[in-house]
């Protein structure tokens, strides 16, 4: 049995306020960029572009607000898995649905790119 | 035994089936971390089904997304990122010993940015969808462009904000219950464990509509 007589908040990582604040503001700035760019005309890439900035702010939030930088490993791996699983439903839901109404014709790989641009 | 004599092995709020309360809180942690996965998968499955209906009909959905007003959608994201942040400063709060009352108030602010986000949705968002008439199975009587497939995008809107905002009005509640724990002296710099873990919660909501804010309010560009 360890003998813990130091003060219990040793492994606890106190996150300074600053760090909050710069994250809050990165967030802010996110959304303000998220809405503005909504309103350019990027064809297909608006998507990918909201998308982009829309993770970025997760990663900011579950890293520095949820303290996950700070984690154990297990802890990290279980979100991992998490998005892992979500990846594999959204994977697997949409090779079946985007793909119903083919005829069975061999045509190569090059086939699946109109269904993944479908997407965007 | 001499471990009982020494405080660090009694910490508040140290429940004996740990080894220390260093596992206590990392398993307290872990756990919460395996509802918020289950709550991605629960979202996920709605996400999953938004975006093959949205590949399948775009056009459509971009016409029902053009049905939501751009400007509340940003600034209940403004709202909700603040007051993730004000979560994050009630959980340090306790971390760093402050007196109850700092905890209180980050809380109590944490609640009213809450309240604000769905009275925002309610009354401007909700209540104007009804009044024009584009709330599917409610009151549904649109006529423009692409009807079927703006029905289609409308229900997958009040489904996925709805869920969300459930998950908001339980939060509110959770909090609720925090700050009362609070101001009954429950917890200090070695024990604020329920915090932080309905900070996790809290933080994961916010996700959410971090996401739904752009697959809803944002489709096809406002050009």
């Known amino acids: ?120 | 035994m001499a471990e009982l004599a020494t405080h660090g092995a009694h910490p508040p709020g140290f429940a004996h089936q740990f080894e220390d309360i260093e596992q206590q809180r990392d398993a307290g942690r872990l756990g919460m971390w395996v509802f918020l996965v289950t709550e991605i998968l629960f979202f996920g499955g709605m996400f999953t089904s938004y975006t093959i209906y949205r590949a399948l009909h775009l056009a459509a959905f971009i016409q029902g997304s053009h049905q939501l007003e751009v400007k509340f959608g940003a600034t209940n994201t403004a709202v909700l990122i603040f007051s993730s942040l004000t979560m994050a400063l009630a959980i340090r709060a306790a971390q760093t010993g402050r007196k109850k009352g700092q905890i209180i108030f980050w809380l109590l602010l944490t609640m009213l940015l809450g309240a604000l986000f769905v009275g925002l949705k309610l009354r401007f968002e909700w209540y104007r969808d009804y009044v024009d008439g584009i709330i599917p199975g409610v009151h549904w009587f649109y006529n423009g462009p692409q009807a079927p497939g703006v029905k289609m995008f409308m229900c997958f809107y009040f489904f996925m904000t709805g869920l969300h905002a459930i998950h908001m009005v339980v939060g509110l509640g959770i909090l609720t219950v925090l700050v009362i724990m609070t101001a009954r002296n429950r917890f200090s710099a070695e024990y604020y464990s329920p915090l932080e873990i309905s900070g996790l919660y809290w933080h994961f909501v916010d996700i959410v509509w971090i996401f739904l804010f752009p697959l809803l309010y944002l489709i096809g560009g406002r050009y």
């Open chain 1, 1 to 120: 049995m360890s003998d813990h007589t130091e003060p219990s908040g040793h492994s606890e990582h106190i996150v300074p306020v600053s760090t909050y604040l710069l994250v809050f503001l990165a967030l802010m700035v996110g959304t303000a960029l998220t809405t503005w760019i909504a309103y350019i005309d990027l064809g297909r890439w608006n998507t990918v572009v909201a998308l982009t900035i829309a993770v970025t702010k997760m990663v900011l939030v579950v890293l520095f607000f949820m303290h996950v930088k700070y984690a154990t490993g297990l802890t990290r791996v279980v979100i991992l898995a998490g998005f892992f699983w979500l990846g594999i439903m959204i994977t697997l839901s949409c090779s079946d649905e985007l793909t119903r109404g083919w005829e069975i014709v061999p045509q190569g790989w090059n086939m699946i790119l109109p269904v993944v641009f479908r997407l965007f």
